[in-house]
């Protein structure tokens, strides 16, 4: 199986243009994540999703949004975006929330922001 | 706050031994993962360990001591594919992950 895709691989975006990055699971799991992965600084959490149709503020949560229309689908959207979200970022999803289970990522998008 | 510390580099000599350690002070403890990413890639499980003790899994060892706040990642008989970033994670209280930087682990033949 495929596991988790996203998409673009990477992306040069200029400031105040909107994105957003795609993730797709095929392990219908129910819990989602976006993560961003800066130098120096371990892993943060953006946003997250327990289920289908809900969705929850991480660390870092300003200036991104995202929805959780169906099991599968995970985007993550920038609304007008800026130099410090240059980063890399990562979907990653478990079975559920609330009971220590494993976190499976996907291949991550190197998004810079000029 | 919320803190997980890990050494910021490493370096051994292929088919040695290396201990990884990671200390944390984190809003409760619902267990703790060990994960490695090799350079460009995605990160990918190793280990977790929510008891006091260690847990082998072949070359790949981890401890938890809770009353310290403490867990090391030991590899045993390093090979040159164990070149990569070692993370560090704790479960806290809300089930949320708290990550270490990494350790990036370099190994010399």
């Known amino acids: 199986t495929a596991g988790i895709t996203q998409a673009p691989t990477s992306q040069i975006l200029a400031a105040g243009r909107s994105m957003t990055l795609r993730c797709t699971q095929d392990m219908r799991h129910n819990a989602m994540y976006w993560y961003r992965q800066d130098l120096g600084l371990g892993l943060r959490l953006i946003h997250y999703s327990n289920t289908a149709g809900t969705t929850g503020k991480g660390e870092v949560p300003d200036g991104y949004s995202v929805s959780r229309a169906n099991t599968d689908d995970f985007p993550l959207t920038l609304a007008s975006a800026v130099p410090s979200q240059t980063s890399v970022y990562f979907c990653?999803?478990?079975?559920?929330?609330?009971?220590?289970?494993?976190?499976?990522f996907g291949p991550g998008t190197r998004l810079t922001v000029l | 706050g919320q803190n997980i510390d890990q050494p910021t580099e490493m370096t051994a000599t292929e088919g040695a031994i290396v201990q990884i350690n990671c200390t944390y002070q984190?809003?409760?403890?619902?267990?703790l993962f060990w994960y490695q990413q090799h350079a460009g890639e995605a990160p990918t499980f190793l280990s977790y360990?929510?008891l006091d003790g260690l847990e082998e899994k072949g070359r790949f060892s981890s401890f938890l001591s809770r009353s310290k706040g403490y867990s090391y990642l030991l590899l045993k008989e390093l090979q040159m594919k164990d070149s990569a970033s070692y993370l560090c994670a704790v479960e806290d209280s809300n089930y949320q992950l708290i990550w270490g930087a990494g350790t990036k682990l370099i190994i010399k033949p």
């Open positions: 984190t809003s409760g403890f619902n267990g």
């Open positions: 360990n929510v």
């Open positions: 990653a999803s478990s079975v559920e929330t609330g009971r220590s289970d494993t976190q499976y």
